[in-house]
């Protein structure tokens, strides 16, 4: 048996953050942005003393992270050939700078489930709870989840 629960930051909490696929043959290569939403998915096998899978109202730093990385934000990778460009806007006060490993909303989803998941480990919310899923959406039809490690793991039957 187990317990399922879902957060989610919609596109009117309004974590407006630019970026581009500087590797896309299309216009993702360009600079532009979106309003972004996130949607967590949480399970436990074991109800808190509360009857919770998660306290909602306890996730206020995860909401907190997703402000520092994405509210009004550009956000690019660390290999994009253009990253001296964005520095220097970012020196000149043009731009808050975000380095992330990868750009797009796979990525970004990975990037947050390993912060919530971290953060969840330092909370004690874990073995107990965990993090199943993180999506992101630019908008109506466009999404990303990611689904972590432990379900991979999950899959191939360790």
């Avoid at 953050?17 to 532009?32: G, K, N, P, Y």
């Avoid at 899978?53 to 990385?69: C, S």
């Avoid at 039809?141 to 379900?151: E, K, R, T, V």
Wanted: charged fraction near 25%; hydrophobic fraction near 45%; charge should be neutral.
């Amino acid at each position: 048996m187990s317990y399922r629960s879902t957060k989610t930051y919609g596109h009117e909490v309004g974590l407006s953050v630019a970026f581009r696929q500087w590797r896309a043959a299309s216009h993702c290569r360009l600079l532009h942005g979106y309003s972004l939403a996130f949607r967590f998915e949480f399970e436990a096998h074991a109800l808190d003393e509360r009857h919770w899978v998660v306290d909602f109202g306890g996730l206020k730093p995860l909401k907190a992270m997703l402000e520092a990385t994405f509210d009004h934000k550009t956000v690019v990778a660390a290999d994009d050939p253009e990253i001296a460009w964005f520095e220097e806007a970012a020196r000149r006060g043009l731009l808050e700078l975000v380095v992330l490993p990868g750009v797009g909303c796979e990525k970004f989803a990975e990037h947050v489930h390993g912060l919530a998941t971290a953060w969840m480990r330092a909370q004690g919310l874990s073995p107990r709870c965990r993090l199943v899923s993180v999506e992101v959406k630019e908008h109506g039809a466009n999404s990303a989840i990611y689904l972590g490690a432990d379900h991979a793991a999950n899959q191939r039957g360790v």
